[in-house]
């Protein structure tokens, strides 16, 4: 089942200005329900005004968004439930806290969606707990917090509202190496408790490798491929020359492939190459 389908998107900027540029030009691609997809793509290549195509914050010059095969313009005054269907989380959402505590703060989604006190309690508490934020600092102010913990607030905020399509725009852009590892962790096991669909935005072939089961690639306003890892990373050449290229242990493993040491072309993860050269050598 399609979560999310576009179909024909085209979205110009500055209309009729000195300014006017393109930055979604025919664009049709579908998010499947219940998956971890990765959108890829240059700077400028049109990623950011696709999501925010997702949840209504831009509407189309022409073509449609479907959300669960209903149109999300059908009617144009329930905008703002589609929005609490599909949450948007904005590179580094931090700078966006703005009340007293955490607590409140992640609880801001659910009490506008018109909740009761029990589920928003419930609710602040599962999505902390699914970001890896302590319930201790639930009530601490979130500007005393460092910018990783910020950050799992902000993500928390979002998850809290249960979104049925959860976007994330770059979301551990910024943090070191165990930080990210943790944001996307959480990412990936709330997906799983769910079973609700994620669409995450990245530059780094290494996280969409690691964490996504599709992967969608715009270039220039347009759609490039979408399909699998395996499918997506076979095109090494065209995705370099887009600024992009693969993994660094697919590349590192292709230096290995010239030299003859025979190992299978689909590793795009460290785990993935840690088991291939054992197997390797159990052969030698």
């Given at each position: 089942m399609?979560?999310?389908e576009l179909?024909?998107?085209?979205?110009?900027y500055?209309k009729?200005?000195p300014?006017?540029?393109?930055?979604?030009?025919?664009?049709?691609?579908?998010?499947?329900?219940?998956?971890?997809?990765?959108?890829i793509?240059?700077?400028?290549s049109?990623?950011?005004?696709?999501?925010?195509?997702?949840?209504?914050?831009l509407?189309?010059d022409?073509?449609?968004?479907?959300?669960?095969?209903?149109?999300?313009w059908?009617e144009?005054?329930?905008i703002r439930?589609v929005?609490?269907?599909?949450?948007?989380?904005?590179?580094?959402?931090e700078?966006?806290?703005?009340e007293e505590t955490?607590?409140?703060?992640i609880?801001?989604?659910?009490?506008n969606?018109?909740?009761?006190?029990?589920?928003?309690?419930?609710?602040?508490?599962?999505?902390?707990?699914?970001?890896?934020l302590?319930?201790?600092?639930?009530?601490?102010?979130?500007?005393?917090l460092?910018?990783?913990?910020?950050?799992?607030?902000a993500?928390?905020?979002?998850m809290?509202?249960?979104?049925?399509?959860?976007?994330?725009?770059?979301?551990?852009?910024?943090?070191?190496p165990?930080?990210?590892?943790?944001?996307?962790?959480?990412?990936r096991?709330?997906q799983?408790?769910?079973?609700n669909?994620?669409i995450?935005?990245?530059h780094?072939m290494?996280?969409?490798?690691?964490?996504?089961?599709?992967?969608?690639?715009?270039?220039?306003g347009?759609l490039f491929?979408?399909?699998?890892?395996?499918?997506?990373?076979?095109?090494?050449?065209e995705?370099t020359?887009?600024?992009?290229?693969?993994?660094?242990?697919?590349?590192?493993?292709?230096?290995?492939?010239?030299?003859?040491v025979?190992?299978?072309?689909?590793?795009?993860?460290v785990?993935?190459?840690?088991?291939?050269?054992?197997?390797?050598a159990?052969?030698?």
């Open positions: 399609k979560a999310l179909i024909d998107i085209v979205y110009t500055s009729n200005t300014f006017e540029k393109t930055a979604l030009d025919k664009v049709s691609v579908s998010f499947e329900a219940g998956r971890i997809n990765g959108l793509g240059h700077t400028g049109g990623k950011s005004t696709l999501v925010q195509m997702m949840n209504g914050l509407r189309p022409s073509g449609e968004v479907l959300l669960f095969g209903k149109s999300i059908e144009p005054k329930k439930d929005r609490f269907k599909v949450g948007l989380v904005f590179q580094y959402p700078y966006q806290l703005f955490c607590e409140k703060d609880a801001f989604g659910p009490k969606m018109g909740l009761d006190a029990q589920e928003i309690d419930r609710r602040v508490k599962s999505a902390a707990q699914f970001v890896g302590d319930e201790s600092l639930l009530v601490k102010s979130p500007f005393e460092s910018g990783g913990q910020k950050r799992r607030v993500l928390a905020g979002i809290a509202m249960e979104p049925e399509v959860l976007i994330l725009d770059e979301p551990a852009a910024g943090l070191d165990i930080g990210r590892e943790e944001i996307f962790g959480g990412i096991s709330y799983r408790s769910r079973n669909t994620v995450i935005v990245s780094s290494e996280d969409v490798a690691a964490y996504c089961d599709n992967i969608t690639v715009l270039s220039e347009k491929m979408s399909g699998s890892c395996a499918e997506v990373f076979e095109h090494e050449s995705l020359e887009m600024g992009l290229g693969v993994p660094q242990i697919t590349r590192f493993i292709r230096m290995l492939r010239d030299a003859g025979e190992l299978r072309r689909d590793i795009y993860t785990e993935d190459a840690v088991s291939a050269i054992k197997e390797y159990g052969r030698r």
